[in-house]
């Protein structure tokens, strides 16, 4: 290696340092862009057969504002004030009397003192942290227009940038040609097999928690569609209990009618619906998906629900592809 090319790709490695630590503030809103970008390309490319590529790509970011971004704003605030009224409603009239008049006797402990002070306490936290809150919804609304932006260029300059990819990375032109199909493949698997999927159960199974009457039902949906993207898990763990909620509370024909029809449909969604989407794809085993969540919550936040079973795919779809190509690299 000469000084040169040693110096070049000195270079290259500062600046990427130096890049990645603009972007991982942000990271969560590039990997929404991304995401969104990709499912809405087919739709960009369809368009540029009638309209210019900066038309094309001002409608869809416009579709994608009103149909994806702000409804999930929507029901993030419908679920955050199904959270408000449940913290709520833990106060000491929730709970029963007997309770905790014995045990203040036993104990001599002042309930209404101990509470009135423990609510002090939280307010006084939530007025120190008062610039951390607006910090963070001054983040979160930069992140959005940030994310509006990225996506407007993505589908625009989409094409230009996948042709720049193909001539800088070093790899045949079929062996890239094979590897993007697999990536795409293995994307779509991901997000139609389970985070479709996952949507249609979660919702499935909130109409049940609304029709019952189980409270801050919303909420609860929101939590069994986030459940319902990891295998073998599901909404159970919120349809079960609220089940035994309404058994327990008098209400055993609503109790039954919940969990037989939870169990029958919701069963069928996932038994049956989801491996006939994901084969449809690509063959992704469940433990990717399993380990591809969690890890991904841990390593990316929210957006690692989505990029961290797929860049599971991607590693697997990437290694089949080294093995059937390894002697002509």
Same mark, same amino acid.
């Given at each position: 290696m000469n000084r040169s090319r040693g110096f070049l790709l000195l270079l290259i490695a500062v600046l990427l340092v130096v890049s990645a630590q603009l972007v991982l503030p942000y990271l969560q809103f590039v990997l929404l862009a991304v995401l969104l970008a990709f499912i809405l390309t087919p739709a960009q490319r369809r368009l540029e057969s009638r309209v210019s590529a900066t038309i094309a790509a001002l409608s869809l970011v416009t579709?994608?504002?009103?149909?994806?971004?702000?409804?999930?704003?929507?029901?993030?605030?419908?679920?955050?004030?199904?959270?408000?009224?449940?913290?709520?409603a833990a106060d000491p009239e929730a709970f029963p009397p007997e309770?905790?008049?014995?045990?203040?006797?036993?104990?001599?402990?002042?309930?209404?003192?101990?509470?009135?002070?423990?609510?002090?306490?939280?307010?006084?936290?939530?007025?120190?942290?008062?610039?951390?809150?607006?910090?963070?919804?001054?983040? $979160?609304?930069?992140?959005?227009? !940030?994310?509006? !932006?990225?996506?407007?260029?993505?589908?625009?300059?989409g094409e230009d940038l996948l042709a720049w990819l193909e001539g800088v990375v070093p790899l045949p032109a079929d062996v890239q040609g094979e590897l993007r199909a697999e990536l795409e493949d293995v994307t779509w698997a991901v997000l139609a097999g389970h985070v479709l999927i996952a949507i249609i159960e979660g919702a499935i199974a909130g109409i049940a928690l609304f029709v019952t009457g189980v409270p801050n039902a919303t909420l609860w949906t929101a939590i069994m569609i986030v459940?319902?993207? $990891?295998?073998?898990?599901?909404? !159970?763990?919120?349809?079960?209990?609220?089940?035994?909620?309404?058994?327990?509370?008098?209400?055993?024909?609503?109790?039954?009618?919940?969990? $037989?029809?939870?169990?029958?449909?919701?069963?069928?969604?996932?038994?049956?619906?989801?491996?006939?989407?994901?084969?449809?794809?690509?063959?992704?085993?469940?433990?990717?998906?399993?380990?591809?969540?969690l890890g991904g919550v841990t390593a990316f936040g929210l957006m690692g629900l989505f990029f961290g079973p797929i860049l599971l795919g991607a590693l697997v779809a990437t290694l089949s592809v080294f093995e059937e190509h390894y002697e002509e690299l």
């Amino acid at each position: 290696m000469n000084r040169s090319r040693g110096f070049l790709l000195l270079l290259i490695a500062v600046l990427l340092v130096v890049s990645a630590q603009l972007v991982l503030p942000y990271l969560q809103f590039v990997l929404l862009a991304v995401l969104l970008a990709f499912i809405l390309t087919p739709a960009q490319r369809r368009l540029e057969s009638r309209v210019s590529a900066t038309i094309a790509a001002l409608s869809l970011v416009t579709l994608a504002l009103l149909g994806i971004i702000l409804p999930f704003l929507l029901v993030l605030a419908l679920v955050a004030e199904d959270a408000r009224r449940v913290l709520e409603a833990a106060d000491p009239e929730a709970f029963p009397p007997e309770p905790l008049a014995s045990l203040a006797d036993e104990f001599g402990i002042d309930l209404e003192t101990v509470i009135v002070e423990r609510a002090r306490e939280v307010g006084a936290g939530l007025l120190e942290r008062g610039p951390e809150l607006v910090a963070g919804a001054t983040h $979160i609304m930069i992140g959005i227009g !940030f994310t509006i !932006f990225l996506l407007y260029y993505l589908l625009k300059d989409g094409e230009d940038l996948l042709a720049w990819l193909e001539g800088v990375v070093p790899l045949p032109a079929d062996v890239q040609g094979e590897l993007r199909a697999e990536l795409e493949d293995v994307t779509w698997a991901v997000l139609a097999g389970h985070v479709l999927i996952a949507i249609i159960e979660g919702a499935i199974a909130g109409i049940a928690l609304f029709v019952t009457g189980v409270p801050n039902a919303t909420l609860w949906t929101a939590i069994m569609i986030v459940l319902s993207l $990891i295998p073998l898990v599901g909404a !159970f763990l919120v349809w079960g209990p609220a089940a035994l909620y309404l058994f327990f509370i008098g209400e055993p024909v609503a109790a039954a009618g919940l969990a $037989i029809y939870s169990a029958i449909i919701v069963g069928i969604a996932d038994d049956y619906l989801r491996p006939l989407v994901v084969d449809r794809f690509a063959d992704l085993s469940p433990a990717i998906i399993i380990v591809g969540v969690l890890g991904g919550v841990t390593a990316f936040g929210l957006m690692g629900l989505f990029f961290g079973p797929i860049l599971l795919g991607a590693l697997v779809a990437t290694l089949s592809v080294f093995e059937e190509h390894y002697e002509e690299l």
